[in-house]
């Protein structure tokens, strides 16, 4: 018998992969502050259309979880989707939780190698550890609900 999935999932699932996809877009995922003999330095780690490996990197990530978004909506809206897009969806946003997780840890490492004065992880790490972790959770269980 086919156990149907509450759709509680989904909607958990679409508000945190769209709050997520927002904030890699708009906020930065981290930066360092230094001020050393008169002299000031500062940097972000961010989404920028300045850098072109930033665009890359943090649109792919905005995209994937715009994705899983799109995927969520659907799924509450009654509408059938293939199986194989939440497991796209599924993948892609555990792809960004790790890719966040990796690129936050070699922050942290870089930076007390360096030792700056001072420097934070910012909202855009946040979102891809918490977001995207909540989200590949969420759609873990539909995909659970949906072999029953």
């Known amino acids: 018998m086919a156990k ?9 699932a679409l508000i945190t992969s769209l709050l997520s996809a927002i904030l890699f877009i708009f906020e930065d995922f ?8 008169y002299v000031e330095s500062w940097g972000l780690v961010a989404f920028s259309f300045e850098q072109p490996i930033s665009l890359v990197v943090f649109g792919a990530a905005a995209i994937v979880l715009l994705f899983s978004s799109y ?18 969806a599924f993948l892609g946003s555990l792809v960004i939780f790790v890719l966040s997780l990796v690129g936050g ?6 930076m007390l190698w360096d030792e700056p004065t001072n420097w934070w992880l910012g909202p855009t790490f946040y979102a891809g550890v918490i977001g995207a972790g909540l989200t590949a959770l969420f759609f873990k269980l539909a995909l659970q609900g949906e072999k029953k």
């Open 4 to 12: 149907k999935v509450d759709s509680n999932v989904y909607v958990g």
């Open 30 to 37: 981290a930066g360092w502050y230094n001020y050393n003999q």
């Open 71 to 88: 995927i969520s909506y659907l799924k509450i809206s009654g509408k059938k989707i293939p199986k194989d897009s939440l497991e796209k």
């Open 105 to 110: 840890l070699y922050f942290i490492i870089s």
